[in-house]
């Protein structure tokens, strides 16, 4: 059984930074891209980044451009979202998900809100 | 970015109907468009991929068509659990998503 489990949210202060990870198992996660997805509160499903399953490449919507940084581990099976310069509109629940090319399976998602 | 414009924004249902839901791109995704649903408190969840390709363990009453701009989901007997949000992404150039489609009890 396809599993995704993140973890690292929480509340931050504007401007600070924060690490979420996404643990997977039940599949070859050496063999798929990743992705981030996340959802403000009330709101729509956004695209936030993807990285190939080697790492050799990465993807970003624009508003994170140079402020987020997504990284795998395959020996760990664990994928990762650093997250710099946050500002109160990176409020939201990300969510994991396996890119191929659809998002296939998605984790249970973590908040994160950005707040003084 | 491609936007995904979906229509309507609530559907209102009864049990038993057969509905369709509309998803437009503002250029040509081929049939790069996938459907996903979400019910309160819960992830999203794939429900066709490819426009029109079925998922294992998504009940025979889903299904979707169209290709280029087009797309629609149609849902042949609406139950009381497809209350949802249905959003369409698009995967031929960095992903977007639609604003979504809330379909609710009339």
């Known amino acids: 059984e396809v599993q995704l489990v993140e973890s690292g949210g929480g509340l931050v202060q504007p401007g600070r930074s924060m690490k979420l990870s996404c643990a997977a198992s039940?599949?070859?996660?050496?063999?798929?891209?990743m992705a981030w997805v996340c959802q403000a509160p009330k709101k729509g499903l956004e695209w936030v980044a993807t990285?190939?399953?080697?790492?050799?490449?990465?993807y970003y919507r624009d508003s994170v451009k140079g402020r987020f940084t997504i990284s795998r581990d395959n020996a760990k099976s664990t994928l990762y979202l650093q997250m710099d310069s946050l500002r109160s509109e990176d409020t939201a629940t990300y969510y994991c998900?396996?890119?191929?090319?659809?998002?296939?399976?998605w984790g249970q998602g973590v908040m994160v809100t950005v707040s003084s | 970015d491609v936007v995904l414009t979906q229509s309507p924004a609530t559907l209102s249902v009864t049990p038993g109907e057969r509905i369709s839901l509309s998803c437009r791109a503002s250029e040509s995704v081929d049939t790069y468009l996938h459907w996903y649903q979400q019910k309160p408190n819960e992830s999203p969840r794939l429900l066709i991929k490819y426009a029109s390709q079925s998922i294992s363990g998504i009940p025979s009453r889903f299904s979707g068509s169209g290709s280029g701009t087009d797309f629609t989901l149609s849902i042949n007997g609406v139950e009381l659990e497809d209350l949802s949000i249905y959003y369409c992404q698009q995967g031929n150039s960095l992903p977007t998503f639609g604003s979504g489609t809330k379909l609710e009890i009339k």
């Open positions: 039940g599949f070859t996660f050496n063999n798929y891209d």
């Open positions: 998900a396996r890119h191929y090319p659809a998002f296939d399976y």
């Open positions: 990285i190939s399953y080697d790492g050799s490449s990465t």
